[in-house]
């Protein structure tokens, strides 16, 4: 089973206390909690704050798609996790 994470912001003063970590943390918990075996989500190409992130949980990229918010059209990279 497969599940995705959809957009995780952290407000920029908040960056240094933990909190996106706190939150990756419980998002991975709950997903093997419901036996996912994969974790996936979108990241924007441009952020590599964010691309850093997620490699050190282990997350890899698998592929890229456009993501619409309104007018504009970002590319995004498409990242993965085994959970199991």
């Known amino acids: ?8 912001y952290v407000f920029k003063e ?3 206390q933990k909190v ?10 709950l997903a093997k909690e419901e036996n996912h075996i994969w974790l996936w989500l979108g990241v924007n190409i441009d952020n590599d704050r964010a691309i ?4 050190n ?3 890899t990229i698998f592929g890229e798609k456009a ?3 309104g007018d504009a059209v970002d590319n995004d990279y498409l990242m993965k996790l085994k959970l199991s």
Request: glycine share 6%; charged share 30%.
């Open 1 to 8: 089973m497969v599940i995705e994470l959809e957009r995780i």
């Open 67 to 69: 993501f619409q918010l």
């Open 14 to 16: 908040y960056h240094d």
């Open 20 to 29: 996106g970590k706190k939150l990756m943390d419980v998002c991975i918990d």
């Open 57 to 59: 949980y282990g997350f």
């Open 52 to 55: 850093k992130f997620y490699k």
